[in-house]
């Protein structure tokens, strides 16, 4: 990954750890897994876990037993990723030995075919394996043959190796950077929530709802575009393991997967270059409040400014929108320690679930800021560049969902980043990382190439793709529909 805003940088402005592993070298290091297998074993699972804990030692990674990972009290240590291979009963789940919800990954590892048929469209692969997530408690699903082994994961994302065993580069590239990045909703704690702080009958309001409108029924039609999977048709073992899931999922009705969002204009002022006289007589506090950010060998300061997006809220139906309800604002405010998230509900509206933070939080919220830091560099280094005077006056947009364009339908200005970045979920620290680090790449390539920037998209691979810049959210859908079933898969790695 580019060091082009540091660990440091990252934790002021978004809060991520500072321990939070960016690269795959630094994933092995972090990663502590243990294997806990059911009590009986076909000999496919056996032979090919043995062959997983062998690959892993290969990579200086230990793989513990059960017993050698356990406490004292006989629960998984926090940060542990269990390795489950087998069918279990309900008493010997790993659910059952951990010790927080969201400080273990366990991986469920069966002999059994994917459950994927060749013609599922994406939204019925995605309510198949997150059925299957809750059958069976874990957060990731592997499934063996004698022909080779498939990785499902909750965001729907299906990885198959045409290998019977692991190979060292696919554990590597692909299965590691998925055991490190946990998928885990915004803690109550880190956000403020302001409930009917949106006012919705405004004219800037109705103007951007409409934008919204239109976007959805361009994409009502397209299949790519998961919508929703309701927890209420979920199979559980019991209630008692449907209300973990409840808690996991922060007592949501359902996951919906994707965002429409349109980042409200910002004022920013222009970076300083490093040891610039204009920076000299600036004062010490203004100095601190800034954040620094190498572009092509040069060190800018960057004055951070608070941004406000207008995004779909957690769990509708992002085909589907009915905008005085469906449509929330995000933002970060500075204060003396860094940047604080707040969300503003709209107007009229209590639901529970309206209040509930999108798991994409964190990411879109990167997006938004990465805007802001672009158009400052932007406004010394070309100061007569369109992006950012159209993002004081219009804001921009940024449209995510779980597949990839045409590389031939790009808009014309925006820089691809990201095909080679590690394979996480948009709901991770390591995805806001990437999405602030990949628009400075994306500037980069802007400068070098000569060519106007207007906005960036930003790959995910074994997962989707975010497209963010001038052009609004329906132009961006018309743009991509209905030709997007014709794709191409970035590799990871």
């Given at each position: 990954m580019s060091n082009s805003i540091s660990s440091g940088s990252l934790h002021k402005l978004l809060g991520i750890p500072l321990d939070t592993p960016l690269s795959i070298d630094e994933m092995c290091k972090r990663l502590k897994p243990v294997i806990y297998?059911?009590?009986?074993?076909?000999?496919r699972l056996e032979k090919f876990c043995h062959a997983l804990i062998t690959t892993l030692q290969s990579l200086d990674i230990t793989v513990l037993s059960a017993e050698k990972a356990s406490g004292s009290d006989g629960r998984f240590a926090p940060g542990t990723v269990i390795f489950a291979p087998g069918y279990f009963p309900d008493n010997l789940l790993a659910i059952n030995r951990v010790a927080t919800l969201y400080n273990n990954i366990i991986v469920g590892i069966y002999d059994e075919p994917a459950p994927l048929t060749p013609d599922a469209l994406p939204q019925q692969r995605l309510d198949a394996i997150v059925s299957r997530l809750a059958r069976d408690m874990v957060h990731i699903l592997i499934f063996v043959t004698d022909r080779g082994w498939t990785i499902c994961t909750m965001n729907g994302g299906v990885v198959s190796f045409n290998t019977p065993y692991p190979s060292r580069e696919d554990v590597r590239s692909i299965l590691v950077p998925k055991l490190t990045a946990q998928v885990v909703p915004p803690r109550p704690e880190d956000l403020d929530i302001k409930h009917g702080r949106l006012q919705t009958s405004t004219e800037e309001f109705e103007a951007v709802a409409d934008d919204f409108l239109q976007c959805s029924n361009l994409w009502s039609s397209n299949s790519c575009l998961l919508t929703h999977t309701s927890t209420a048709g979920l199979e559980y073992r019991s209630d008692f393991y449907k209300r973990i899931v409840a808690r996991y999922l922060d007592q949501r009705s359902g996951m919906s997967y994707g965002f429409f969002?349109?980042?409200?204009?910002?004022?920013?002022q222009p970076a300083f270059i490093c040891g610039s006289t204009d920076l000299m007589t600036d004062n010490n506090s203004q100095i601190k409040s800034m954040v620094q950010i190498r572009v092509l060998e040069c060190t800018f300061l960057v004055h951070v400014p608070q941004v406000s997006v207008?995004?779909?809220?957690?769990g509708c139906r992002k085909n589907h929108l009915d905008p005085k309800k469906d449509l929330v604002e995000i933002g970060l405010i500075q204060n003396p320690d860094g940047c604080r998230a707040y969300l503003k509900t709209p107007e009229g509206f209590s639901s529970d679930d309206i209040a509930k933070p999108s798991?994409?939080?964190?990411?879109?919220?990167?997006?938004?800021?990465?805007?802001?830091?672009?158009?400052?560099i932007l406004m010394t280094l070309r100061p007569k560049t369109s992006f950012p005077y159209h993002l004081a006056r219009f804001g921009a947009s940024i449209t995510h969902w779980h597949d990839y364009p045409q590389i031939d339908l790009l808009p014309e200005g925006y820089f691809l980043h990201g095909e080679r970045n590690p394979p996480v979920s948009c709901s991770t620290p390591q995805s806001a990382a990437y999405s602030l680090q990949g628009k400075i790449t994306a500037l980069e390539k802007s400068l070098e190439t000569g060519k106007e920037y207007r906005g960036d998209v930003h790959i995910e691979p074994n997962h989707g793709t975010n497209i963010v810049g001038m052009l609004s959210l329906?132009?961006?859908?018309?743009?991509l529909n209905p030709v997007l079933n014709t794709t191409f898969i970035p590799e990871a790695g």
């Open positions: 297998p059911a009590p009986i074993l076909t000999i969002a349109r980042q409200l204009p910002v004022a920013m207008i995004t779909t809220r957690s798991f994409d939080t964190l990411t879109i919220l990167a997006h938004a800021l990465g805007n802001a830091l672009i158009a400052s329906s132009e961006t859908a018309e743009l």
